[in-house]
């Protein structure tokens, strides 16, 4: 009866030693990979902390980029030009594109372009291409709404464009406000020199915007991060998803303007930021501290399985002795 038992006690020892191998084959593979998630945490923060920010200089401080100061809006563009000089770029034909040249044209655009080109001028992933630049005063008309109505015409800004000036006219107080940011009631008033030099700056803006629109394309794909992430132009930037571009004449992009020209020229800055480095040093102390704890869980389990083992097979080895002494009888029969 003592051989029988001991003979199972046998089985069920040596199949517990294979499960607790197994198990402990299985954490040393699970230790290897906390290894490598250290190592790829290590490697995944020196490269957050070695990342930028693209910036610009305005009223006396570094401001991260912005879709606006690239490339303004359409919403009250007077108002905000005239109210916030600052939100003027230094060199108006610095503008945005993506990898592949088309100008990102941000949300606000869309009833612009749809307007003066049509509803069928981009497709249904947002992209729309070239157009003629006879186009752009209508466009750049279209951009100066004010009070609800344009605050002037396609005729007064080609007129401009051709070294003219806006004619004198009557215009209520709602444009006027708008236009010079006085209250005045409706009246006819000789606002040419005025007018005309507002015109004109909406032209130095915008014309290179629409003019590299006219030659290679737009999109307006990125709007969703655009609207919803402030950080996205600037990582945008940084990545090359976005890029930079100098815009001539005919809407050609100078070669040589990468990323480091706009920073050499001093119209961006390419800086660190103390605030993300304490979000990435948090970050990274987060982290560290959950694989560290998942690793101390598996070490324990690992000292469990080492000492189960250990006694495992000390009881086999038991086991097989006091079988060996039951089969002794029984050796004088072979």
């Known amino acids: ?193 005025t007018l005309t030099q507002m015109c004109q700056k909406l032209i130095d803006f915008y014309k290179p915007i629409f003019t590299a629109a006219a030659a290679n394309g737009w999109t307006t794909a990125y709007n969703n991060e655009i609207d919803h992430n402030s950080d996205y132009i600037s990582d945008g930037l940084v990545s090359g998803v976005l890029q930079l571009a100098q815009v001539n004449e005919y809407g050609g992009y100078d070669p040589d303007a990468s990323l480091s020209y706009f920073v050499m020229s001093e119209l961006v800055s390419e800086s660190s930021d103390s605030s993300h480095r304490e979000e990435v040093n948090a970050w990274y102390n987060a982290e560290k501290e959950r694989i560290s704890e998942k690793e101390s869980w598996i070490d324990l389990e690992l000292q469990d399985l080492s000492t189960e083992l250990e006694v495992t097979n000390t009881e086999i080895e038991s086991i097989k002795s006091m079988l060996e002494d039951d089969m002794k009888p029984f050796e004088w029969c072979t």
């Open 1 to 193: 009866m003592a051989f029988a038992i001991n003979q199972v006690r046998l089985l069920a020892l040596t199949s517990r030693k294979a499960d607790l191998e197994y198990n402990i084959s299985i954490n040393s593979m699970e230790k290897m990979a906390i290894a490598r998630e250290q190592s790829n945490l290590s490697q995944e923060y020196y490269s957050r902390l070695k990342s930028k920010n693209i910036t610009y200089f305005a009223n006396g401080q570094y401001n991260k980029m912005n879709y606006g100061y690239l490339m303004g809006y359409t919403c009250n563009t007077l108002a905000t030009m005239y109210q916030n000089p600052a939100m003027l770029k230094k060199d108006n034909s610095m503008i945005l594109t993506d990898s592949s040249g088309l100008v990102v044209l941000g949300s606000s655009y869309v009833s612009t372009m749809t307007k003066v080109l049509g509803s069928d001028c981009m497709d249904s992933s947002g992209k729309g291409g070239t157009f003629s630049m006879d186009k752009i005063p209508e466009l750049i008309a279209a951009i100066s709404s004010a009070g609800g109505q344009n605050a002037f015409t396609p005729d007064e800004v080609r007129n401009v464009m051709n070294g003219g000036t806006v004619k004198e006219s009557e215009y209520n107080s709602n444009v006027l406000q708008t236009l010079s940011l006085e209250q005045k009631g409706t009246t006819t008033t000789n606002n040419t020199d």
